[in-house]
């Protein structure tokens, strides 16, 4: 089954507001990986986050890897429209990398 | 460096023909990973290959697929006979080792059953 829940599924902003989607896990996670796949294209490596409590910064991006382990969150400040496609996060359940379901990003200007 | 490439970039097929996909990894990477992503949904995991042996392969989802990595190097992945649920677009990935590093993905192959 699905390893972590990842919400929101879509999220539409005005260009200039921030934006956030979270991935929750029952179990703890060894660490945790953003990608980000623009439409079109293919998953692209943001991030990896390992330390509980570990929070990550690019630029307008903040990565966040929750205290327990259990959830993380990808923040978007002042979004662009070069900003648009979907965000996954990913973690390993064994030697495989399994993805969350993603959430999309539109942005209007 | 050449990255994760994947033959064909699209292809179309009648329902119970048989297409073969094609990776090639990153030179040097051990591991390499099969996904679908249908509709613009989740990227669903197929496989994992840590050199030619099979890891995981707890997400083919029937023995239409076969997945083949001979030699530690490429892989291929049949569909015979292809069913119309079986379009989408099958990723590869590639990463230097298996747990906390960094997978590569490749354009992916855009798979139309008709």
């Known amino acids: 089954g699905q390893q972590v829940m990842q919400i929101p599924q879509y999220q539409h902003v005005q260009e200039g507001e921030d934006f956030t989607t979270y991935c929750n896990s029952s179990?703890?996670?060894?660490?945790i990986q953003w990608y980000k796949q623009r439409p079109g294209g293919h998953p692209v490596f943001l991030i990896q986050l390992v330390k509980s409590g570990e929070v990550k910064k690019q630029k307008r991006l903040t990565f966040q890897f929750g205290e327990a382990k259990k959830n993380s969150s990808l923040h978007i400040t002042a979004t662009q429209t070069t900003d648009v496609g979907t965000y996954f996060c990913?973690?390993?359940?064994?030697?495989?990398?399994?993805f969350g379901k993603g959430t999309t990003l539109s942005v209007s200007s | 460096e050449a990255g994760v490439t994947q033959f064909p970039s699209h292809s179309v097929i009648e329902k119970g023909q048989t297409v073969t996909l094609r990776c090639d990894p990153i030179?040097?990477?051990?591991?390499l990973y099969w996904y679908r992503r249908v509709m613009g949904k989740e990227i669903k995991f197929l496989l994992h290959f840590v050199k030619e042996s099979k890891q995981d392969e707890s997400g083919m989802p029937n023995n239409r697929f076969l997945a083949e990595r001979t030699g530690g190097t490429y892989s291929t992945l049949k569909v015979q006979p292809a069913e119309l649920e079986d379009s989408g677009v099958y990723f590869c990935?590639?990463?230097?080792?298996?747990?906390?590093?960094?997978?590569?993905f490749g354009q992916g192959t855009r798979l139309t059953v008709v």
């Open positions: 990913a973690s390993q359940r064994g030697t495989a990398l399994i």
């Open positions: 179990t703890t996670l060894s660490n």
């Open positions: 990935a590639s990463s230097q080792s298996g747990f906390g590093t960094e997978a590569f």
């Open positions: 030179s040097g990477h051990d591991n």
